[in-house]
């Protein structure tokens, strides 16, 4: 059969859309392949927790599992320091826990299975750090060797960390016993917590409302009792909405208060908002005693961006009157009745304890927040975060960024003039999403330090 020469274009330009359209079939197979890996990989972990916890409940019938749950972690700490209490009864009690907490809230993504390895080979060493024996939960974006940090993203599975983040190393010279990795929204930009590859992680308080993010798996578990303590990060507020959305405490340090090497950030080589790690427990001396380990040589001397300053156990326990400031309001996100009745029953008991309350006003909280973080977090235009995006099957949860990431800046500079008379809020982010110049940026971080 011969082909006449003027179709001979169009039988071409169709067989390279053919192709591309099967070279895309195959990626996207190839990426959903990928995705079903990992979940398979998830739910063998999930069956190696099953069959660790009920081995140990088999051959330990008589170990009283609740009460070891109850108990508050300084003084859990204090009994695996002084022998009263095995580190394996506390382990696999906590294990059994957590695989019963994320049945019903899909808040793990991976069981450390070398924790119970570590926990043979850490026996009653010579020297006992302050977390000896303790079982800690771990947020996905935080390195563990051989495991991945997806933050979402499917192109990142299949990619282990080559070794322990900084933190988890001085968790584990602290005896320390990191035992899961924990679920985040995709990319972290987010205040709920779901992915398509672990889905959607719930609320144990409520099934129905989201833990919050990005630290959200890490919130769910410690709320339900499935850890008694974890760590997570925090940019825009992923250690404090989980906390607030989950009724736990936690931490937000400041930003090298504690070290990030080896943590995945969400939006790549941004410096103008600084990013922290920190703890969540469900009380304030938790969160003390894992400040109290962390801040240790072995912290100072992996790395030197970290200040060498230990904890000032002279200010925590310090009886003084302090002088406090407080608001109720930012006047950007308006507070709840209860939110307000919250605050001023802080108030009150800290003025029975002999504390000075001061009112305090945020002024210019819109410049500040659109001004300097967003437009800091954006600063080049939003390419960056665009560019993570590139190739994955999902993009819905950062729908509205990615497409203003996508557009050239005379447009968002047209659509903020647009949308401000009826849409303000909108006009100013989309006005500093705009690429700023490496003069401008310089500007920027002076303003924010001074």
């Known amino acids: 059969m011969r082909v006449s020469l003027p179709f001979l274009p169009t039988l071409l330009c169709c067989s390279a859309a053919s192709l591309l359209l099967l070279l895309r079939w195959r990626r996207r197979k190839g990426l959903w392949r990928k995705v079903k890996e990992a979940r398979q990989r998830h739910d063998r972990g999930l069956a190696q927790m ?23 972690l300084p003084e859990l700490s204090r009994k695996l320091r002084d022998g009263s209490l095995p580190p394996e009864q506390v382990f696999y009690a906590y294990v059994g826990k957590a695989l019963q907490v994320t049945r019903e809230t899909n808040c793990i993504t991976d069981y450390l299975q070398e924790s119970e390895t570590q926990l043979q080979q850490a026996a009653r060493p010579r020297q006992l750090g302050l977390l000896y024996g303790v079982p800690i939960s771990i947020k996905d974006s935080i390195n563990c060797q051989g495991y991945d940090s997806t933050i979402g993203f499917v192109s990142n599975i299949n990619n282990p960390a080559a070794e322990d983040s900084v933190l988890v190393q001085v968790l ?19 205040y709920d917590c779901e992915n398509l590859i672990f889905g959607q992680t719930f609320n144990p308080l409520l099934y129905t409302r989201t833990p919050g993010g990005s630290s959200g798996g890490e919130g769910a578990l410690i709320a339900a009792g499935g850890s008694i303590l974890g760590f997570g990060t925090d940019l825009g507020g992923s250690l404090r909405l989980p906390a607030a959305f989950c009724g736990i405490c936690a931490l937000k340090p400041t930003g090298n208060r504690l070290s990030k090497k080896g943590v995945i950030s969400g939006i790549l080589g941004q410096k103008s908002v600084v990013a922290a790690v920190g703890p969540m427990a469900k009380d304030v001396e938790s969160l003390a005693l894992s400040m109290r380990a962390l801040l240790c040589e072995d912290m100072f001397s992996l790395d030197s961006t970290v200040p060498p300053l230990p904890f000032k156990e002279e200010v925590y326990s310090s009886t003084q009157p302090l002088r406090i400031g407080y608001y109720e309001t930012d006047f950007f996100t308006m507070p709840s009745p209860a939110m307000r009745r919250a605050v001023r029953e802080t108030k009150q008991l800290l003025e ?29 235009g939003g390419t960056s975060f665009f560019r993570k995006f590139e190739g994955e099957l999902d993009k819905s949860s950062a729908g509205l960024l990615l497409r203003l990431s996508k557009i050239p800046d ?23 999403m705009r690429a700023n110049t490496v003069e401008d940026l310089w500007s920027l971080h002076y303003e924010i330090e001074f």
């Open 50 to 72: 099953e069959k660790a916890a009920l081995g140990f409940r088999k051959q330990h019938p008589s170990v009283d599992t609740v009460s070891i749950l109850s108990l508050p």
């Open 172 to 190: 584990k010279r602290q005896g320390a016993v990191p035992f899961v990795k924990t679920n985040v929204p995709q990319s972290l930009v987010s």
């Open 352 to 380: 029975d304890a002999g504390h000075t309350l001061v009112p305090f006003k945020l002024d210019n909280i819109n410049y500040f927040i659109f001004n300097l973080c967003v437009r800091g977090l954006f600063a080049d």
């Open 410 to 432: 005379w447009l968002k500079t047209l659509l903020s003039w647009i949308t401000k008379p009826f849409m303000p809020r909108l006009s100013s982010v989309v006005r500093s």
